[in-house]
């Protein structure tokens, strides 16, 4: 992150009494390996500690971030870029939008979610239902098949889950990390290592 655009960001949390907290780790792909056959930190070791996942970009590809943070079960604010709006908003996520720009009616609805654990769980579940309906790997499978079987006709075989990957590689196996992060807390603006 640029030096100056940290700088303003620790300070106007300060001034506003925001708890400010920076993680500085190097995130990889989750399904990547380091030289000596360990896992790197990947974003799905933070996505079990947020409280919220946000999409403000005006531009996104097709949406595997959203679908991790909706398999992750969090509520989400998401603008809403081009690809978003075609392919996903039409199968009815409950989400919190934007259109561009952060309006006060979605500053508001944000803070009702956060501050409603009912409403949040809620939304959570259905979002993880839609996506299950949608975009699960059995859909995938099923799918798949169906492209191959007009290639290859009944000689193409079901596709299935098995993996020829074991457990013990570690394959999909992600361990948690252990993170050092820099609190700001808004009360005192002093900084507290944790």
């Known amino acids: 992150m640029n030096r100056y655009l940290l ?6 949390a300060c001034e506003h009494g925001v708890d400010l907290r920076l993680v ?7 399904l990547s390996r380091n030289g000596n056959g360990k896992a790197k930190c990947s974003l799905w070791d933070f996505y079990p500690y947020a409280d919220f996942i946000t999409f403000p970009s005006l531009y996104e590809g097709f949406g595997n971030a959203f679908l991790e943070g909706v398999y992750f079960k969090k509520p989400i604010l998401i603008n809403r870029y081009a690809t978003f709006v075609r392919d996903i908003e039409p199968l009815g996520f409950d989400l919190a939008v934007m259109d561009g720009y952060l309006s006060k009616k979605t500053v508001h609805n944000v803070v009702e979610l956060l501050e409603s654990s009912q409403r949040r769980k809620k939304m959570v579940n259905n979002n993880y239902q839609i996506a299950a309906r949608h975009y699960s790997y059995s859909v995938l499978r099923s799918q798949l098949t169906a492209i191959l079987k007009t290639f290859f006709g009944d000689a193409a075989d079901q596709l299935n889950a098995k ?8 394959y999909l196996s992600i361990d948690p990390q252990v993170i050092t992060y820099k609190r ?4 005192n603006c002093r900084i507290s290592k944790h």
């Open 184 to 187: 700001y807390s808004g009360l």
């Open 24 to 30: 500085s780790i190097r995130i990889a792909d989750p």
């Open 7 to 12: 700088n303003w960001l620790k300070e106007y």
């Open 163 to 170: 993996t020829s990957y074991s457990k013990q590689e570690g």
